[in-house]
Structures are given as C-alpha cells and as structure tokens.
C-alpha cells in the first residue's frame, strides 16, 4: 500500500484496510437546527460499531458566538440525535447553535 489508511486490532489482525475498503452512504439530508432544538433521524441499518456520521456545517460562522457553534451529536443503534445544547448545558446561560447543517452517515463495515 502506497497510500492510504489501516487500523489493526489489539491481536494484531486487520480490521480496516483501504486497499479492499469501500464505505456506503446511507444517509445524506440537510437540517436547520433551531434553539434549544433536539433532532432525532432514525436510520435504517445504523450501527455505530459498523458506521459513522458527520456534521457539515453549510455555511461558516459569521461571528463567534454560541448559536453558531458546532452542535452536540449522539448515536445509536437506528439512529444519530443531534442537540442545539450540551445535555448537561443549562439552557438559562447557553443559546445552543442554530446552524443549518448536512448530516452523512456512512457504513464502513459490513
């Protein structure tokens, strides 16, 4: 392998190879959080030992402040929950983010 990525098991055994890896989307959909707001997305086959999921923010930050700021993001199995604030942020000192982002989530193991 010239290039790319591999990650080994704590035996020694491959477990990731880019040589003979491909990943699947299976989801891609643009949100808009709002205040406070929590976005649960239910995904057919999500399993976080077997994929993964990803925030991409669509527009920069115009400012530093909070409500532009990454949100918080959990997985499940069948789901991603992402959250405007910290789950243990008190909503009286914090806006949370209002961005508008696309959420990826990816199979990279079947």
């Known amino acids: 392998m010239s290039f790319g990525l591999r990650t080994w098991s704590e035996k020694g055994v491959i477990e990731l190879d880019t040589d003979n890896f491909t990943y699947q989307v299976i989801h891609n959909q643009r949100y808009q959080l709002s205040r406070g707001a929590v976005i649960t ?57 209002t961005i508008a982002f696309r959420l990826l989530a990816m199979r990279y193991r079947n």
């Open 41 to 97: 997305v239910p995904i057919a086959g999500f399993d976080p030992g077997k994929c993964s999921a990803s925030i991409l923010p669509i527009n920069p930050a115009a400012s530093e402040n909070n409500w532009e700021a990454m949100p918080y993001m959990s997985v499940g199995a069948g789901h991603v929950s992402i959250r405007s604030l910290h789950p243990n942020e008190d909503p009286k000192f914090g806006y949370g983010s």
